[in-house]
Protein backbone atom coordinates (compact mmCIF):
# COMPACT_ATOMS: atom_id res chain seq x y z
CA UNK A 1 0.00 0.00 0.00
CA UNK A 2 1.32 3.17 -0.39
CA UNK A 3 0.84 7.12 0.48
CA UNK A 4 1.41 8.94 -2.71
CA UNK A 5 0.29 9.80 -5.65
CA UNK A 6 1.41 8.94 -9.04
CA UNK A 7 3.69 10.66 -11.34
CA UNK A 8 3.76 9.32 -14.64
CA UNK A 9 4.96 12.01 -16.91
CA UNK A 10 7.92 14.61 -18.19
CA UNK A 11 5.23 17.42 -17.80
CA UNK A 12 4.36 16.54 -14.05
CA UNK A 13 8.47 16.69 -13.31
CA UNK A 14 8.64 20.10 -14.88
CA UNK A 15 6.36 21.08 -13.44
CA UNK A 16 7.53 20.49 -9.60
CA UNK A 17 10.64 22.69 -10.97
CA UNK A 18 9.00 25.49 -11.17
CA UNK A 19 7.87 25.61 -7.40
CA UNK A 20 11.01 26.25 -5.99
CA UNK A 21 11.86 27.29 -2.09
CA UNK A 22 13.23 30.87 -2.08
CA UNK A 23 13.54 30.73 1.68
CA UNK A 24 15.79 27.34 1.60
CA UNK A 25 17.58 28.52 -1.43
CA UNK A 26 19.26 31.37 0.62
CA UNK A 27 20.40 28.99 3.19
CA UNK A 28 23.33 28.89 1.26
CA UNK A 29 23.13 32.22 -0.43
CA UNK A 30 26.85 32.78 -0.18
CA UNK A 31 27.58 29.96 -1.33
CA UNK A 32 25.37 29.64 -4.25
CA UNK A 33 25.99 33.74 -4.89
CA UNK A 34 29.85 32.92 -5.74
CA UNK A 35 29.99 31.71 -9.24
CA UNK A 36 27.25 34.46 -10.60
CA UNK A 37 30.26 36.85 -9.70
CA UNK A 38 32.91 34.82 -11.07
CA UNK A 39 30.69 34.70 -14.25
CA UNK A 40 30.15 38.31 -13.76
CA UNK A 41 33.83 39.37 -13.35
CA UNK A 42 34.32 37.83 -16.74
CA UNK A 43 31.73 40.02 -18.27
CA UNK A 44 34.24 42.92 -20.31
CA UNK A 45 31.93 45.57 -21.65
CA UNK A 46 29.26 47.94 -20.76
CA UNK A 47 25.59 46.43 -21.57
CA UNK A 48 22.62 48.73 -21.80
CA UNK A 49 20.22 46.32 -21.71
CA UNK A 50 20.54 42.75 -19.68
CA UNK A 51 18.06 39.81 -19.44
CA UNK A 52 18.70 37.78 -16.30
CA UNK A 53 17.64 34.41 -16.98
CA UNK A 54 16.08 32.31 -14.96
CA UNK A 55 16.72 34.89 -11.97
CA UNK A 56 15.37 32.63 -8.73
CA UNK A 57 14.96 35.13 -5.71
CA UNK A 58 16.45 38.05 -7.27
CA UNK A 59 20.43 37.48 -6.12
CA UNK A 60 21.33 37.44 -9.36
CA UNK A 61 19.43 40.07 -10.53
CA UNK A 62 20.63 42.22 -7.72
CA UNK A 63 24.34 41.68 -8.50
CA UNK A 64 23.78 42.88 -12.45
CA UNK A 65 21.96 46.46 -10.76
CA UNK A 66 24.90 46.64 -8.74
CA UNK A 67 27.49 46.11 -11.51
CA UNK A 68 25.40 47.98 -14.42
CA UNK A 69 23.20 50.91 -12.50
CA UNK A 70 22.53 52.58 -15.95
CA UNK A 71 21.12 49.27 -17.63
CA UNK A 72 17.57 48.34 -18.45
CA UNK A 73 17.52 44.86 -16.61
CA UNK A 74 14.32 42.62 -16.95
CA UNK A 75 14.47 39.24 -14.84
CA UNK A 76 12.69 36.54 -16.00
CA UNK A 77 11.81 33.49 -14.36
CA UNK A 78 8.81 30.42 -14.24
CA UNK A 79 8.53 30.20 -10.68
CA UNK A 80 5.86 32.01 -9.53
CA UNK A 81 7.78 31.87 -5.70
CA UNK A 82 10.57 32.48 -6.49
CA UNK A 83 9.35 35.61 -8.65
CA UNK A 84 7.39 37.07 -5.56
CA UNK A 85 10.42 37.07 -3.76
CA UNK A 86 12.38 39.11 -6.49
CA UNK A 87 9.33 41.33 -6.47
CA UNK A 88 9.86 41.60 -2.85
CA UNK A 89 13.44 42.44 -2.83
CA UNK A 90 13.73 44.46 -6.04
CA UNK A 91 10.56 46.41 -5.94
CA UNK A 92 10.63 48.39 -9.45
CA UNK A 93 12.32 46.03 -11.37
CA UNK A 94 11.07 43.99 -14.56
CA UNK A 95 9.91 40.84 -14.20
CA UNK A 96 8.87 38.18 -16.56
CA UNK A 97 7.34 35.07 -16.21
CA UNK A 98 8.41 33.11 -18.66
CA UNK A 99 9.57 29.37 -19.53
CA UNK A 100 12.99 29.73 -20.82
CA UNK A 101 12.46 27.76 -23.91
CA UNK A 102 9.30 30.22 -25.08
CA UNK A 103 11.00 33.05 -23.83
CA UNK A 104 12.48 35.92 -27.03
CA UNK A 105 13.39 39.57 -26.13
CA UNK A 106 11.13 42.38 -27.30
CA UNK A 107 14.61 44.19 -28.53
CA UNK A 108 18.08 42.29 -28.72
CA UNK A 109 19.75 42.00 -25.33
CA UNK A 110 23.26 43.41 -25.04
CA UNK A 111 23.81 40.88 -22.73
CA UNK A 112 22.06 37.45 -21.74
CA UNK A 113 22.78 36.36 -17.88
CA UNK A 114 21.65 32.80 -16.70
CA UNK A 115 23.68 31.87 -13.55
CA UNK A 116 22.51 28.25 -13.10
CA UNK A 117 19.00 27.84 -14.29
CA UNK A 118 19.67 26.55 -18.34
CA UNK A 119 21.08 23.15 -16.52
CA UNK A 120 17.32 22.90 -16.23
CA UNK A 121 16.38 22.70 -19.76
CA UNK A 122 17.09 20.18 -22.38
CA UNK A 123 18.24 20.14 -26.39
CA UNK A 124 20.81 22.69 -25.74
CA UNK A 125 22.26 22.82 -29.21
CA UNK A 126 19.03 24.30 -29.92
CA UNK A 127 18.65 26.68 -27.30
CA UNK A 128 22.19 27.99 -26.67
CA UNK A 129 22.25 29.07 -30.79
CA UNK A 130 18.74 30.55 -30.32
CA UNK A 131 19.97 32.66 -26.77
CA UNK A 132 23.09 34.39 -29.58
CA UNK A 133 20.30 34.95 -32.16
CA UNK A 134 18.59 37.19 -29.33
CA UNK A 135 21.60 39.06 -29.00
CA UNK A 136 22.19 42.46 -30.33
CA UNK A 137 25.94 42.58 -32.06
CA UNK A 138 28.67 42.78 -29.66
CA UNK A 139 26.50 41.30 -26.91
CA UNK A 140 27.23 38.48 -24.88
CA UNK A 141 25.78 35.45 -23.93
CA UNK A 142 27.03 34.65 -19.68
CA UNK A 143 26.08 31.20 -18.64
CA UNK A 144 27.27 29.31 -15.66
CA UNK A 145 25.81 25.57 -15.21
CA UNK A 146 25.34 22.82 -12.03
CA UNK A 147 27.91 20.21 -13.50
CA UNK A 148 27.01 17.66 -10.79
CA UNK A 149 24.42 14.72 -12.39
CA UNK A 150 27.76 12.60 -11.98
CA UNK A 151 28.43 13.42 -8.09
CA UNK A 152 27.26 11.07 -5.43
CA UNK A 153 25.01 13.89 -4.37
CA UNK A 154 23.05 13.10 -7.49
CA UNK A 155 23.81 9.32 -8.63
CA UNK A 156 22.75 8.45 -5.33
CA UNK A 157 19.04 10.18 -5.59
CA UNK A 158 19.01 8.00 -8.91
CA UNK A 159 20.27 5.26 -7.20
CA UNK A 160 17.40 5.58 -4.60
CA UNK A 161 14.79 6.26 -6.77
CA UNK A 162 15.09 3.36 -8.87
CA UNK A 163 15.56 0.46 -5.72
CA UNK A 164 12.85 0.97 -3.62
CA UNK A 165 9.11 0.73 -3.35
CA UNK A 166 8.17 3.85 -5.19
CA UNK A 167 10.64 3.04 -8.45
CA UNK A 168 7.47 2.82 -10.64
CA UNK A 169 7.06 6.66 -9.88
CA UNK A 170 9.99 7.70 -9.59
CA UNK A 171 12.07 6.27 -12.55
CA UNK A 172 10.58 8.04 -15.06
CA UNK A 173 11.42 11.28 -13.16
CA UNK A 174 14.89 9.95 -12.96
CA UNK A 175 15.14 10.05 -16.95
CA UNK A 176 13.69 12.93 -16.99
CA UNK A 177 16.12 14.91 -15.82
CA UNK A 178 17.97 17.74 -18.54
CA UNK A 179 21.89 16.78 -18.98
CA UNK A 180 24.28 19.29 -19.86
CA UNK A 181 26.08 19.22 -22.79
CA UNK A 182 29.97 18.42 -22.30
CA UNK A 183 32.31 21.56 -22.85
CA UNK A 184 33.24 20.33 -26.49
CA UNK A 185 29.63 20.33 -27.29
CA UNK A 186 29.48 24.05 -25.84
CA UNK A 187 32.25 24.92 -27.84
CA UNK A 188 31.16 23.59 -31.20
CA UNK A 189 27.56 24.89 -31.07
CA UNK A 190 29.02 28.35 -30.01
CA UNK A 191 32.54 28.82 -31.59
CA UNK A 192 30.54 29.80 -35.11
CA UNK A 193 28.02 32.34 -33.46
CA UNK A 194 31.25 33.93 -31.59
CA UNK A 195 34.05 36.62 -31.84
CA UNK A 196 35.26 35.31 -27.92
CA UNK A 197 34.33 32.35 -26.67
CA UNK A 198 35.59 31.29 -22.82
CA UNK A 199 34.94 27.89 -21.19
CA UNK A 200 35.89 26.86 -18.02
CA UNK A 201 35.01 24.47 -15.27
CA UNK A 202 36.05 25.09 -11.26
CA UNK A 203 34.95 22.59 -8.90
CA UNK A 204 33.96 24.48 -5.63
CA UNK A 205 34.78 22.99 -2.36
CA UNK A 206 31.70 23.74 0.61
CA UNK A 207 32.36 22.87 4.27
CA UNK A 208 29.49 21.68 4.83
CA UNK A 209 28.71 20.70 9.30
CA UNK A 210 27.09 17.42 7.40
CA UNK A 211 24.13 15.32 5.26
CA UNK A 212 21.67 17.41 6.54
CA UNK A 213 22.71 20.12 5.06
CA UNK A 214 23.10 18.34 1.67
CA UNK A 215 19.96 17.22 2.24
CA UNK A 216 18.72 21.13 2.26
CA UNK A 217 21.02 22.40 -0.23
CA UNK A 218 18.82 20.23 -2.80
CA UNK A 219 16.09 20.32 -1.12
CA UNK A 220 14.55 23.34 -2.76
CA UNK A 221 15.67 22.23 -6.28
CA UNK A 222 16.99 18.53 -7.45
CA UNK A 223 15.58 16.74 -5.01
CA UNK A 224 11.80 18.21 -5.22
CA UNK A 225 11.06 16.04 -8.22
CA UNK A 226 11.92 12.93 -6.44
CA UNK A 227 9.88 13.94 -2.88
CA UNK A 228 7.03 15.97 -4.40
CA UNK A 229 5.60 12.39 -5.49
CA UNK A 230 5.81 10.92 -2.46
CA UNK A 231 4.07 10.87 0.94
CA UNK A 232 5.10 12.06 4.29
CA UNK A 233 6.26 8.14 4.92
CA UNK A 234 7.81 7.46 1.98
CA UNK A 235 9.97 10.89 1.69
CA UNK A 236 11.08 10.18 5.07
CA UNK A 237 12.73 6.47 4.43
CA UNK A 238 13.93 8.05 1.08
CA UNK A 239 15.88 11.03 2.72
CA UNK A 240 17.16 8.02 5.57
CA UNK A 241 18.61 5.92 2.78
CA UNK A 242 19.81 8.71 0.74
CA UNK A 243 21.32 10.58 4.15
CA UNK A 244 22.90 6.75 4.84
CA UNK A 245 24.12 6.77 1.40
CA UNK A 246 25.86 10.28 1.17
CA UNK A 247 27.49 9.57 4.79
CA UNK A 248 29.21 6.90 3.08
CA UNK A 249 30.28 8.73 -0.24
CA UNK A 250 31.42 11.49 1.78
CA UNK A 251 34.93 11.57 3.97
CA UNK A 252 34.59 13.97 7.07
CA UNK A 253 37.11 16.46 7.22
CA UNK A 254 39.52 15.97 10.59
CA UNK A 255 37.28 18.68 11.91
CA UNK A 256 34.26 17.07 11.22
CA UNK A 257 33.14 19.29 8.30
CA UNK A 258 31.56 17.36 5.64
CA UNK A 259 34.22 18.61 2.20
CA UNK A 260 30.91 18.64 -0.47
CA UNK A 261 32.37 18.93 -3.61
CA UNK A 262 30.24 21.23 -6.64
CA UNK A 263 31.68 21.12 -10.36
CA UNK A 264 30.12 23.74 -12.65
CA UNK A 265 30.77 24.62 -16.47
CA UNK A 266 31.10 28.70 -17.33
CA UNK A 267 30.56 29.75 -20.71
CA UNK A 268 31.06 33.30 -22.11
CA UNK A 269 30.33 34.01 -25.65
CA UNK A 270 30.55 37.34 -27.25
CA UNK A 271 28.91 37.82 -30.64
CA UNK A 272 30.81 39.81 -33.10
CA UNK A 273 29.91 43.27 -34.75
CA UNK A 274 28.58 43.30 -37.94
CA UNK A 275 31.69 44.07 -40.61
CA UNK A 276 30.63 47.77 -42.58
C1 LIG B 1 18.96 28.06 -9.06
S1 LIG B 1 17.86 29.36 -9.44
C2 LIG B 1 19.01 30.54 -10.07
C3 LIG B 1 18.81 31.86 -9.51
C4 LIG B 1 19.60 33.06 -9.95
N1 LIG B 1 19.97 33.09 -11.35
C5 LIG B 1 20.78 33.26 -9.06
O1 LIG B 1 21.90 33.18 -9.54
O2 LIG B 1 20.57 33.53 -7.87
C6 LIG B 1 17.14 28.76 -10.92
C7 LIG B 1 16.08 29.65 -11.48
O3 LIG B 1 15.85 29.26 -12.83
C8 LIG B 1 14.47 29.16 -13.04
N2 LIG B 1 14.17 28.21 -14.10
C9 LIG B 1 14.51 26.89 -14.18
N3 LIG B 1 14.02 26.36 -15.31
C10 LIG B 1 13.35 27.36 -15.94
C11 LIG B 1 12.62 27.44 -17.16
N4 LIG B 1 12.47 26.39 -17.94
N5 LIG B 1 12.07 28.63 -17.50
C12 LIG B 1 12.20 29.72 -16.72
N6 LIG B 1 12.89 29.71 -15.55
C13 LIG B 1 13.45 28.54 -15.17
C14 LIG B 1 13.91 28.70 -11.71
O4 LIG B 1 12.54 28.96 -11.64
C15 LIG B 1 14.73 29.57 -10.77
O5 LIG B 1 14.17 30.85 -10.70
Known amino acids: MTDAPRVADAQTAARLTTEWDAALYFKFGAERAQPAHDLLARVDFTPRRIVDLGCGPGASTRMLMDRFPQAEIVAVSNSEPMLAEARRS ?8 TDISEWRPHQPADLIFANSSLQWLRKHEILFPRLMSCLAEGGALAVQMADNLHEPSHSLMRMIAADGPWSNRLAPIAETRAVIGTHIDYYNWLKPLSDRLDIWETTYVHPLSGVDEV ?12 LDPLGPHEQAEFLDRYKRDLADAYD ?9 LYPRLFIYARKGKAKA
Open 252 to 260: ADPDGSLLF
Open 215 to 226: VDWFRSGALRPF
Open 90 to 97: LPGMTFDQ
